[in-house]
């Protein structure tokens, strides 16, 4: 059964950094474009980071520089890196992952459309 899983979130004060993972199990990550989503308390989700498997990148404007997406293939896992951390990234963030070839694309699924999700982490910052 293809399933993701999230770890790294938590509480942070405002301006600091954490590292968020995705691991894969029952398939495998190489052949897909994997996402980053966010859900913040009673808003819609929206795509926050999305790398493909060529390796070309999706940012969202209020993350730009602040963010990183990456992937270890081998390790079957994806990571975001969070930086300078703000209030208004508190949320739930979930990996997901499917077939498609556009990073643009990718981000631009609904949540509840994607073809692999995870259960989310919860990322709070606040001081």
């Known amino acids: 059964q293809a399933q993701l899983a999230e770890s790294g979130g938590g509480l942070v004060q405002p301006g600091g950094s954490l590292r968020l993972s995705c691991a894969a199990s029952g398939f495998t990550l190489d052949d897909h474009a994997i996402g980053w989503f966010r859900q913040a308390p009673g808003k819609g989700s929206e795509g926050v980071s999305c790398?493909?498997?060529?390796?070309?990148?999706y940012y969202r404007d209020s993350v730009k520089g602040r963010f990183t997406i990456s992937r270890d293939n081998a390790k079957n896992t994806a990571y975001l890196q969070m930086s300078s951390l703000k209030p208004e990234d508190t949320a739930v963030y979930y990996c997901?992952?499917?077939?498609?070839?556009?990073?643009?694309?990718?981000?631009?699924?609904?949540?509840?459309?994607?073809?692999?999700r995870g259960q989310g982490t919860l990322v709070t910052v606040s001081s």
């Open positions: 997901a992952a499917d077939n498609i070839r556009s990073v643009q694309a990718m981000c631009a699924i609904p949540l509840g459309y994607v073809g692999i």
């Open positions: 790398i493909t498997s060529d390796g070309s990148t």
